[in-house]
Nanobody
Framework: QVSLVESGGGLVQPGGSLRLSCAAS????????MAWYRQAPGKPRELVAI???????NYADSVKGRFTISRDNAKNIVYLQMDSLKPEDTAVYYC??????????????WGQGTQVTVSS
């Protein structure tokens, strides 16, 4: 079994910064894409940023220039550095990973989510 555990959410004032972490553990052979999604109340879940195993990254237009995704492949950890936060960034943030496990099965896993609230 493979699980993802997120950490780093919280309450921050507009203009502030937070760093989210997501650690994958279990019978992992390797991880392809690792991504962050978010879901605000009453809205669908949306992709925030994605990191491919080879190093490519992509961002939602709404966070370009403010958020940075990075990963440590040796430790199976993905980070999301969030700067210049705005109230509209308030949401539950979810980690997602495409995992190849030691049985050679390939599947997606989600973390439990971490709340980010941007408010004065």
């Amino acid at each position: 079994q493979v699980s993802l555990v997120e950490s780093g959410g919280g309450l921050v004032q507009p203009g502030g910064s937070l760093r989210l972490s997501c650690a994958a553990s279990g019978s992992i052979l390797y991880i392809n894409n690792m991504a962050w999604y978010r879901q605000a109340p009453g809205k669908p879940r949306e992709l925030v940023a994605i990191s491919e195993r080879g190093g490519s990254t992509n961002y939602a237009d709404s966070v370009k220039g403010r958020f940075t995704i990075s990963r440590d492949n040796a430790k199976n950890i993905v980070y999301l550095q969030m700067d210049s936060l705005k109230p509209e960034d308030t949401a539950v943030y979810y980690c997602n990973a495409e995992v190849r496990d030691t049985r050679r099965d390939l599947y997606n896993r989600w973390g439990q989510g971490t709340q980010v609230t941007v408010s004065s």
